[in-house]
C-alpha cells in the first residue's frame, strides 16, 4: 500500500490553486485514500462568484467560498450568536462596579456578533475544527455605510449578514484562501484535496459489509446480503469533481447553509426500530425513579417475557392492569 504521495503532481500550480499548504503527503493509512476536487471560480461578477476590490483584484464571495466548502466536504458544526465586544466592556464595568447594565438605554443594545465552527478534513485522516466570529457593531456600520438608507436595510439583515462573514472567515481560515486574487490566477480552477475512506481496502471493505449486514438484519430479520457479490455493494467515487458556475444571492443579501449535523448507524440504534405488536407504535426508551432506566431492550424483553410479543409502555401499562384486574 502507498503511503507517501505527491499531492499536485497532476495538478501543478502554473495551472491550478492548490488548497493545501503541503507539497507531499506521508503516512498515509491503508483505510484512507486521497482524491482531489476540482472547483472552477467564474471571475465574471455577474456569475456572483465574485467581486472586485478598490486595488482592481477580486475576493470570493459567500457563493464562491461555499463551492470550496462543499468540495472539501466541510460540515458546519455549531452556528450561534455570541456576545459582542461592546456588550463585554459594560459587563466588565458591571462586575468592577457592582452596579447593573443598563441594556434599554444603551447606544449597543442592538449590536450583535455571531460564532461559526465548521469541521474539516484533515490530511491525517481526522477531522479538525475551525472557529470565526463576526460582529455587527452599530456604530462601525454606520460610518462605513454611504448613506442611512443603506445602512437601514444592512440593519435589517444584521443576524444574517453577520452569520455569513463569520462562516467566510473560518472558511478561509481553514482553507488558506488569499483574502484577493488577481484576475489571471482566479481564471485557474482550485484544487481541493479531500481525504475519504478507502472502500477499496479488502478490511475496510469486509467490515463494511459485514456492518451493512447486521443493521439490515436486526430491522428485517435474516438477510443474505453477506452472500452477495462484493462489486454490489462498491461506493461511487470519483477522483475529480468539476462544479460549474451558476446563478445565486449577492453575499449580503443571503444567510448561509443552516448547520448540518450527518447521521451514523452508530448515532442511530437499529434497536430504536423495535414496533409495538398492539398499536404499531415505536418504542421508546424511559425513565422510571423506581426502577430506573427503561431502555428500547429491556422494555421489548419484559413484554415479551409477559405477554410474548414487544408492547411499547402504553400499552404494557394497560395490559397490566388488565390482568391484575382479571387476577383480582
Known amino acids: 500500500m502507498q503511503t507517501s504521495i505527491e499531492v499536485f503532481k497532476q495538478y501543478p500550480r502554473d495551472k491550478f490553486i492548490p488548497l493545501v499548504p503541503v507539497q507531499t503527503i506521508t503516512q498515509i493509512s491503508p483505510l484512507h485514500k486521497v482524491s ?3 472547483v472552477q471560480v467564474s471571475t465574471d461578477e455577474r456569475d456572483k462568484d465574485a467581486y472586485k476590490e478598490k486595488n482592481g483584484e477580486l475576493a470570493l464571495t459567500k457563493k464562491g467560498l461555499t463551492k470550496l466548502m462543499t468540495a472539501a466536504n466541510i460540515e458546519i458544526v455549531k452556528s450561534n450568536s455570541v456576545m459582542p465586544s461592546s456588550c463585554q466592556r459594560c459587563l466588565e464595568m458591571a462586575r468592577a462596579t457592582g452596579k447593573p447594565c443598563a441594556c434599554g438605554d444603551c447606544s449597543c443594545k442592538n449590536d450583535i456578533a455571531w460564532q461559526v465552527t465548521i469541521a474539516v478534513p484533515d490530511i491525517s485522516g481526522g477531522m479538525r475544527r475551525v472557529t470565526a466570529t463576526r460582529e455587527f457593531l452599530c456604530a462601525d456600520e454606520r460610518k462605513k455605510s454611504a448613506s442611512e ?3 437601514d436595510q444592512a440593519f435589517g439583515f444584521r443576524s444574517a449578514y453577520a452569520e455569513a462573514k463569520a462562516l467566510n472567515r473560518a472558511l478561509r481560515t481553514a482553507l488558506s484562501i488569499k483574502s484577493t486574487y488577481r484576475t489571471d490566477e482566479l481564471s485557474k480552477p482550485f484544487a481541493v484535496p479531500v481525504i475519504s475512506p478507502n472502500y477499496e481496502d479488502p478490511e475496510l471493505k469486509s467490515a463494511m459489509i459485514k456492518r451493512f449486514a447486521a443493521g439490515e438484519n436486526l430491522i428485517f430479520g435474516q438477510s443474505t446480503m453477506l452472500e452477495a457479490p462484493a462489486q454490489h ?14 446563478e445565486d444571492e449577492p453575499d449580503t443579501q443571503d444567510a448561509v447553509a443552516a448547520e448540518v449535523e450527518p447521521t451514523t448507524f452508530d448515532e442511530v440504534p437499529v434497536s430504536a426500530m423495535i414496533e409495538c405488536h398492539n398499536c404499531g407504535g415505536i418504542l421508546e426508551e424511559f425513565s422510571d425513579p423506581k426502577s430506573g432506566i427503561w431502555t428500547v431492550e429491556r422494555l421489548a424483553a419484559y413484554a415479551r417475557d409477559r405477554f410474548a410479543v414487544p408492547l411499547c409502555r402504553k400499552c404494557l ?3 397490566l392492569a388488565e390482568q391484575k384486574k382479571g387476577a383480582a
Open 233 to 246: 455493494l462498491a461506493l461511487a467515487s470519483g477522483d475529480e469533481i468539476v462544479i460549474p458556475p451558476d
Open 149 to 151: 438608507k443603506q445602512y
Open 36 to 38: 482531489i476536487n476540482v
Open 317 to 319: 401499562t394497560a395490559r
